[in-house]
């Protein structure tokens, strides 16, 4: 069984700063890793995945995130945070199928 | 090309009632899954649809029940509300047909289930 978790609820950065936000999943065979970030009243959409190959991933909108095998982790950053990035983030695990299993999320504030 | 519609977005019913979600995939893609989102439990697996088969299950009772049709449209169907299955109801497509976990689930915009 995988399952995911993501230290913090909440975080709040300011404008222009460093988004960093944690998340460590545990998976019995090698993961495949996934962030979304969900705006209000939206659905979710995604942000960069890890499959195979190199473990430091970009996505859009600036954010990328690095898969370490031996911390078990997958955080994502951003080097300078936007007032647009003002939203709620999963990340997520599959380990065979089709099934997501998602962190808490981690809900970002961003002060001008 | 269109993304994943989901019909109604918002919805009101009674405790005992069932209710009916639909969604549409993305052209082309025939996976369907369907997510509950809550803010005690987070987002959860209920089960994935492909060519009309469910291929994938989550820990749901069996109120929560799903189909799919053949032009990969899919719903779910909850019956005998409860105050507890208030909450968003998200579905996700994909392209594969083998179900890879590298494909990627692009989700729709939600049902909104309230219940009173």
């Known amino acids: 069984a995988q399952s995911v978790t993501q230290l913090g609820s909440h975080v709040s950065v300011s404008e222009g700063a460093l988004v960093l936000l944690r998340c460590n999943y545990s998976?019995?065979?090698?993961?495949?890793l996934f962030w979304y970030v969900q705006y209000p009243n939206q659905g979710l959409q995604l942000l960069l995945k890890?499959?195979?190959?190199?473990?430091l991933v970009k996505g859009i909108n600036g954010f990328e995130a690095e898969f370490k095998k031996s911390e078990t982790s997958f955080h994502l950053t951003k080097p300078s945070a936007h007032m647009s990035d003002a939203a709620e983030y999963f990340c997520?695990?599959?380990?065979?199928?089709?099934?997501?299993?998602f962190g808490g999320g981690t809900r970002v504030l961003v002060k001008p | 090309k269109a993304g994943v519609t989901q019909t109604p977005r918002y919805l009101i019913k009674t405790r005992g009632q069932q209710v009916t979600l639909s969604c549409s995939p993305i052209?082309?893609?025939?996976?369907v899954s369907w997510y509950q989102q809550t803010p005690g439990q987070g987002l959860q697996f209920l089960f994935e649809?492909?060519?009309?088969?469910?291929?994938n299950k989550g820990n749901f009772p069996g109120r929560f029940s799903g189909r799919q049709f053949s032009n990969s449209r899919s719903e779910m169907n909850v019956s005998t509300l409860e105050l507890g299955d208030s909450a968003l109801y998200l579905c996700?497509?994909?392209?594969?047909?083998?179900?890879?976990?590298?494909?990627?689930?692009?989700f729709g915009p939600g049902t909104r289930l309230t219940v009173l």
């Open positions: 649809y492909f060519s009309e088969t469910q291929r």
């Open positions: 890890y499959t195979t190959g190199a473990t």
């Open positions: 052209s082309g893609h025939r996976s």
């Open positions: 998976s019995s065979v090698p993961p495949y």
């Open positions: 996700a497509s994909s392209p594969s047909a083998s179900g890879e976990p590298t494909d990627t689930q692009y």
């Open positions: 997520a695990v599959k380990a065979a199928g089709n099934k997501l299993t």
